[in-house]
């Protein structure tokens, strides 16, 4: 599986944003996917992750209520929207693939897309 993320950009602080990340291969719909983020100096953190199915979806404590993320099996999508950001989550954002149940730990996950940065200015 090949991962492509896009949608980064500069948005001010209480904007929104909608990253997207592309796989191919036939075996999207297998896998769990996730993203994380990175800001400079500080560890790859684990944000939101949803099953294969899309019936279950997961959220680091700090984005809950701010960000959704679903995925279009058909598409071979998986999106991360990002409503009311902050300055904190400004961070180089990577999608991921992987058939783990621990959804959080990135080592965890088998495949990794290139990252796309999100900027917020305060």
């Known amino acids: 599986v090949q991962l492509q993320a896009s949608g980064g950009g500069l948005v001010q602080a209480g904007g929104s944003l909608r990253l997207s990340c592309a796989a191919s291969?036939?075996?999207?719909?297998?896998?769990?996917m996730a993203w994380f983020r990175q800001a400079p100096g500080k560890e790859r953190e684990f944000v939101a992750a949803?099953?294969?199915?899309?019936?279950?979806?997961y959220y680091v404590d700090s984005v809950k209520g701010r960000f959704t993320i679903s995925r279009d099996n058909a598409k071979n999508t998986v999106y991360l929207q990002m409503n009311s950001l902050k300055p904190e989550d400004a961070a180089l954002y990577y999608c991921?693939?992987?058939?783990?149940?621990?959804?959080?730990?990135?080592?965890?996950?088998?495949?990794w897309g290139q990252g796309t940065q999100v900027t917020v200015s305060s």
């Open positions: 291969g036939r075996t999207f719909s297998l896998y769990n």
């Open positions: 991921a693939a992987g058939r783990t149940v621990e959804r959080s730990i990135a080592r965890m996950y088998d495949y």
């Open positions: 949803i099953t294969w199915s899309g019936g279950f979806t």
